[in-house]
Each structure stands twice: as structure tokens, then as C-alpha cells.
């Protein structure tokens, strides 16, 4: 019998299968981090997931890096979201929301400043400025100690509004280069107060806020432990993450993204946790059902989910994959957004 199709619980939340459709950045909200109409199209196509994991959604003003990505800390934003939220459940899905702080990602003419641990640009490939033009990045200034815990309690604040606004849960993005990422990590966070001696500790504040407004049983964390995206690196990974999985135990799933060679180190970081994990990176079905196999709690699929809305069903008949557009992936309107076909109904 397939995994990859048997029901489970994560948290709070009943999953009729254990295929995860993974956040994936779009860039089709409006400038001001309203989310549209289309969005709920989009998400509502995919129901078929057990669990929708939303484009990542930025906290704070400070935190809205990039172009045309949603928010969560305005009224207006959390209104935006509602339609979403509750296309999704009127087809019988399931939806949390990520939640993130761009960090040195970003680019100062959308919101103003950017902002990280540490004063160090990423030095390869380039950014994208409020007029949506490839730009190189920026030198961050570096956080002070006194500002810090602000930022943990806008998570707090948006995870609030997210669940307000209808999501089943929300998912904190601590991994791909974003500001929680950046205090993990040696290569990013070289500051000598109490968050450059413990690394983790800009972690844990962040998850004590969000379960505080949301509970734990709502609440995930997504890592990156190995990804070299945006220069990241770490002088011990197995070390920072293990430390890193044990502090946030107790919260409804941690979301490991394997890029990068770290699925040799999702057992230890399962075992370190000790609850649900979700794994991501270049899955198939035949990869995932091993993977589910062994332990994993779910599988988590990104860009074939954004070429097929169906992708479930066609796991379930063998049939072939559509071909996802890459120029599509970010920005623009239904075209390689809403408009990729599904399968024929059959009887």
C-alpha cells in the first residue's frame, strides 16, 4: 500500500495524505503587500495536497524585501487573505501560512533599510528592486541588540492575523537566506552579543512569540541546513542544527529542506526533535514513498506543484507531469500561475 496516500495528524490538523505542496515565492501581490484575488485561484487549485504551505509572507514593513510579495501587518493584508483562506477550506483543503523576514535578501527601495545579524552582503548573483529590475545586493546594517526581540514579536503578531484571517497553521521560515536563517548560521551572524553566542537564541524567541499568540499545535518551522543559496554556509551544521531542532521540540512539525547534501542529516535532526518532519528537495514519487517509509511524516513538492494543481491524482494514475515554465515562476498574471491544465476527470 502507498504512503504516500494514508492519512495522518500533524499538530492539530488531519491530513487525508501526506504530500505537502511547499512554499514557493511568487510575486503577484500588489506593491503595497496586498495579496489578489488570482492567489485564491491558485491555491484553490491545489487542494488536492494535504497540507498547502503558502508563499512566504512578510511580517513587518522592515521585513517586505522583495517585490510584489504579500504581508501580514496591516488590516488590509490580513483582509486580503481571508478570500484564500476560505477558498481553500470551501474545497475541503488545508492551509498555513509561511511567515519571514527578508533579512540581507532584500533591497532597500521597497520598504526602506535592510537589516541582518551581521553587516555582510551576499557577493553572487543579484536581487530584485521595487521595480522588479535585477539589481546587486546591498551591505545590511547590522541589528542592535535592543531591536531584536521586536522583530520576534511582529512573527508573533502576523502568525496572529494569519490565524484570524483563517489559516489552519502557520509555518516559520527559518531556512533559504531569510533573517532567522541568517542568525543560524556562522557565515552570517559574526555579532559578539548574546545573539552571536548563541546563534539559536533569535530562534527560540521567534517561536516562543508565534506559540504564545497561535499555540505550538499551529505552529512549524522550516530549515535549510546545508543550502548554499545566497552564500549561506555554516562552520558546523550538524552541530547548529541539532541544537537548532531540539529548541524548537514541542511544535507541530519541523520542515527540512535536503538541498545541499543535508538529507545524510535528517535522521539525526528527526531524532533531535522528536516529532512530525516534513522533508523537501527534488522528491519524486518513487523517492517520497521511500522517504515515508523510513520515517518522514510527510513530503513536501515545490515546483512540480506549480506545473501541475493535479499532482496527487497523477502520482495516483502513473500519468506524465506537465512542464513547468521557469519564466513564470515569479511575477506576471494567470499565465504559469493559474492556467496550467489538469487531467481529464474519469468516471
Known amino acids: 500500500m502507498s504512503h504516500l496516500f494514508s492519512s495522518t495528524r500533524i499538530g492539530r490538523i488531519d491530513l487525508p495524505n501526506r504530500a505537502i505542496m511547499a512554499p514557493m515565492t511568487r510575486t503577484r501581490a500588489s506593491s503595497e503587500g496586498i495579496q489578489t484575488p488570482l492567489a485564491a485561484t491558485y491555491y484553490t487549485q491545489r487542494v488536492g495536497a494535504g497540507l498547502i504551505i503558502t508563499e512566504a509572507i512578510a511580517v513587518s514593513r522592515q521585513g517586505h524585501g522583495y517585490p510584489m510579495i504579500p504581508g501580514l501587518w496591516t488590516d488590509a493584508q490580513q483582509q486580503s487573505w481571508v478570500p484564500v483562506f476560505d477558498a481553500v477550506h470551501r474545497a475541503g483543503g488545508r492551509i498555513a501560512a509561511q511567515l519571514f523576514h527578508t533579512g540581507r535578501s532584500g533591497h532597500s527601495s521597497i520598504f526602506g533599510e535592510i537589516v541582518a545579524p551581521s553587516p555582510i552582503a551576499v557577493r553572487t548573483g543579484e536581487t530584485r528592486n521595487a521595480s522588479f529590475q535585477s539589481v546587486p545586493f546591498e551591505t545590511p546594517r547590522e541589528l542592535a541588540t535592543e531591536e531584536i526581540p521586536g522583530i520576534a514579536r511582529d512573527f508573533g503578531l502576523a502568525a496572529r492575523r494569519a490565524i484570524d484571517a483563517g489559516a489552519d497553521a502557520v509555518e516559520i521560515h527559518a531556512a533559504n537566506s531569510y533573517l532567522v536563517d541568517e542568525f543560524l548560521r556562522s557565515a552570517t551572524n ?80 528527526s531524532e533531535a526533535f522528536g516529532g512530525p518532519v516534513i522533508v523537501n528537495g527534488g522528491y519524486d514519487f518513487a523517492r517520497a514513498e521511500a522517504a515515508l517509509a523510513a520515517g518522514a511524516a510527510a513530503v513536501a513538492f515545490g515546483v512540480p506543484y506549480i506545473a501541475n494543481p493535479d499532482l496527487l491524482e497523477r502520482f495516483r494514475r502513473n500519468a506524465p507531469l506537465n512542464t513547468p515554465d521557469a519564466s513564470t515562476f515569479y511575477g506576471g498574471s494567470h499565465r504559469g500561475y493559474t492556467d496550467y491544465p489538469a487531467l481529464e476527470r474519469v468516471a
Open 190 to 269: 559574526q555579532r559578539t552579543d548574546v545573539y552571536g553566542q548563541d546563534r539559536v537564541r533569535f530562534l527560540r524567541e521567534v517561536v516562543e512569540e508565534v506559540t504564545n499568540q497561535i499555540g505550538a499545535d499551529r505552529t512549524g518551522v522550516r530549515f535549510s541546513p546545508m543550502s548554499p543559496w545566497n552564500d549561506m554556509s555554516d562552520e558546523n551544521p550538524q552541530e547548529t542544527y541539532r541544537r537548532a531542532a531540539e529548541a524548537i521540540r514541542g511544535v507541530a512539525f519541523m520542515h527540512l529542506l535536503e538541498a545541499g547534501g543535508a538529507d545524510a542529516i535528517t535522521p539525526m535532526l
